[in-house]
């Protein structure tokens, strides 16, 4: 896909963004995030609907890709359809639970299952790939899969521009990864949804006019499951390894979050709290070396620093993507140093060895 074609789907999200900003004072009584909440850092109400923005810019990539391209794209949005409304619903009506948000993303992985006829099962370890040859299994293993990752990507989106970033890095990274592996249009597509990435980012980053809101990282983090899912299904020498290993940062996120919620007592492993890395990289790090800084670039200057914790991984799975070993190896050290940087901020030590 030409150059000017990248232009014209970051242009759009771009215009699309600055027209919800323009226009708040109309809908924000309905969309803006207001600055209560016990995991809130932004400093003014603020409209959580920069999904649509992104929305905007894959109907006009849509248009604007050829058909072979397309035919990876459509069943994507349209699987993408149940994530991206009930996330939208919440941002605007707030009344949205967490568990039907879930079971959303979950039936938009079932449905592009069903659409495409394809399903995880290649994950790279054989007792479980024997188990996943039965396909209702498989449809509900991806099913999972595309529904924690979305999640995940709902859980990083709490300073400007981390989300758009990481999306940005990770599907980047996939993207390299189906051009080495000689896959020109699912590579478009991973292209195309980041620039709608970087397209809102622009808005985003650094003083967070516009939030992704519950639609826009659902509908993002099903697209980024769903490419790191059909990626390594149409390319056998490489397997599952690879892609969760890009998509480590998110989902660690989430596991780290699940544990340390657990431990606490009175808390549900859905109980909203300040304690995930981006918020000690906020408080402890950007906010301690730039107190004169405003809020608003302090807020939007840590996010860089999650950026890297992303990007780590990325290098790593695009070094070692045929080596399944390396792979769960490095797996294993983004997990190690993900922990240590965790407990160095949390507990102002680097060894997370009690």
Request: with cysteine; hydrophobic share 55%.
């Amino acid at each position: 896909m030409p150059l000017s074609s990248y232009i014209v789907i970051f242009s759009v999200c771009v215009l699309s963004g600055v027209a919800i900003v323009s226009t708040q004072r109309w809908h924000g009584h309905l969309s803006a995030d207001s600055t209560f909440g016990v995991q809130k850092i932004h400093v003014q109400d603020t409209a959580r609907i920069g999904g649509i923005a992104i929305a905007m810019g894959l109907l006009v990539a849509w248009l604007l890709v050829g058909p072979d391209v397309r035919g990876i794209l459509t069943p994507m949005l349209l699987a993408g359809i149940p994530a991206f409304v009930f996330g939208l619903a919440e941002d605007f009506t707030k009344v949205v639970g967490v568990l039907p948000r879930l079971l959303a993303t979950m039936a938009s992985g079932v449905l592009a299952c069903l659409i495409t006829g394809v399903a995880m099962q290649n994950t790279g370890f054989p007792p479980l790939d024997w188990l996943l040859q039965w396909w209702p299994l498989a449809v509900i293993f991806t099913a999972f899969a595309a529904g924690g990752v979305a999640n995940a990507i709902n859980i990083i989106d709490g300073l400007n521009g981390l989300a758009a970033g990481s999306l940005a890095i990770m599907l980047s990274a996939l993207g390299l990864m189906a051009l080495n592996l000689g896959d020109a249009p699912v590579a478009t597509v991973c292209f195309v949804v980041a620039t709608c990435a970087l397209g809102f980012g622009a808005i985003n980053w650094p003083f967070g006019k516009l939030f992704l809101g519950d639609g826009g990282a659902y509908l993002m983090g099903f697209l980024l499951a769903w490419l790191a899912i059909l990626l390594p299904m149409r390319h056998t020498e490489i397997n599952a390894w690879a892609t969760i290993l890009i998509c480590a940062y998110p989902v660690l996120e989430v596991v780290f979050s699940v544990l340390r919620r657990l431990r606490r007592d009175g808390h549900h492993p859905s109980s909203a709290d300040r304690m995930h890395l981006h918020h000690l990289f906020h408080r402890r790090v950007v906010c301690r070396r730039c107190p004169n800084m405003s809020a608003r670039l302090q807020n939007g200057f840590a996010s860089p620093l999650c950026w890297l914790m992303a990007a780590f991984p990325c290098v790593l799975a695009l070094v070692f993507m045929y080596n399944t070993w390396a792979l769960a190896i490095c797996l294993g050290l983004t997990v190690c140093l993900y922990a240590a940087v965790y407990t160095r901020l949390s507990q102002f030590r680097w060894s997370f060895w009690r």
